[in-house]
């Protein structure tokens, strides 16, 4: 079953960067994340997971929504697995924790853009943007 880690959160200064990882994993069959089309979505407390970035399976497409596009970068390195999401210019709105989740698609050139599309998800990391 198919397990998602994300790592890279923490405490930014205002402006300042941050690249988060997300890496799949499975304890019982070999993951092979080129089959999966990832979003990175983020969701502070009593709100619904919003303000994504989003990637297709092979990689081939990305997209973003208005609060991150300009500022953030979705990459995905199959061979490691492995996926990223470079944050530039933060600001204390991007405060949030950030979670990644995966949708099986082949290899297809889709995006998902929403919470419900998604079927696996990571346990989030924290970023916190000080002014």
């Known amino acids: 079953q198919l397990q998602l880690v994300e790592s890279g959160g923490g405490l930014v200064q205002l402006g300042g960067s941050l690249r988060l990882a997300c890496t799949a994993i499975s304890m019982v069959t070999p993951v092979n994340l080129v089959y999966y089309a990832i979003g990175w979505l983020r969701q502070v407390p009593g709100l619904e997971r919003v303000g994504g970035s989003f990637?297709?399976?092979?990689?081939?497409?990305?997209n973003y929504e208005y609060p991150v596009k300009g500022r953030f970068t979705i990459s995905k390195d199959n061979a490691k697995n492995t996926v990223y999401l470079q944050m530039n210019d933060l600001e204390p709105d991007d405060t949030a924790t950030y979670y990644c989740?995966?949708?099986?698609?082949?290899?297809?050139?889709?995006?998902?853009?929403?919470?419900?599309?998604?079927?696996?998800w990571g346990q989030g990391t924290r970023v916190t943007v000080s002014s």
């Open positions: 989740a995966a949708r099986r698609t082949g290899l297809g050139s889709a995006t998902y853009t929403t919470e419900s599309e998604y079927l696996t």
């Open positions: 990637i297709s399976a092979f990689g081939q497409t990305s």
